[in-house]
């Protein structure tokens, strides 16, 4: 079992950065996969970006590339996600999650990852 618990999220204006940490308690942090999603209002939850075990490899979704930044400190057994730029449309709530195994083809997908976090509330004003 693996417990998440994400923190950092809040209220900031269009533009504003935030940075998000996700802290993991219970089995070998570095041995998982990890990854950010989010879910808006009345929307699925989607992918945003994931990091390898070793953090060597790193996917983002479009939406994020070039303002969202994931990384990981495995002796802190915490994982990040700095997001620059924020716009309206960046407002959700954040999830991180965790999982065994890290796939270059299916890393966006809920199904990869078994641990979730209760998620962060990010609110971007206009």
């Known amino acids: 079992q693996v417990h998440l618990v994400e923190s950092g999220g809040g209220l900031v204006q269009a533009g504003g950065s935030l940075r998000l940490s996700c802290a993991a308690s219970?089995?070998?942090?570095?041995?998982?996969?990890m990854a950010w999603f989010r879910q808006a209002p009345g929307k699925e939850r989607e992918f945003v970006a994931t990091?390898?075990?070793?953090?060597?490899?790193?996917y983002y979704a479009d939406s994020g590339k070039g303002r969202f930044t994931i990384s990981r400190d495995n002796a802190k057994n915490t994982v990040y996600l700095q997001m620059n730029s924020l716009k309206p449309e960046d407002t959700a709530v954040y999830y991180c999650?965790?999982?065994?195994?890290?796939?270059?083809?299916?890393?966006?997908?809920?199904?990869?990852?078994?641990?979730w976090g209760q998620g962060t509330q990010v609110t971007v004003s206009s």
């Open positions: 219970g089995r070998t942090f570095s041995n998982y996969a």
């Open positions: 990091i390898s075990q070793s953090g060597g490899s790193i």
């Open positions: 999650a965790a999982g065994p195994t890290y796939s270059t083809y299916l890393y966006y997908r809920t199904d990869q990852y078994y641990y």
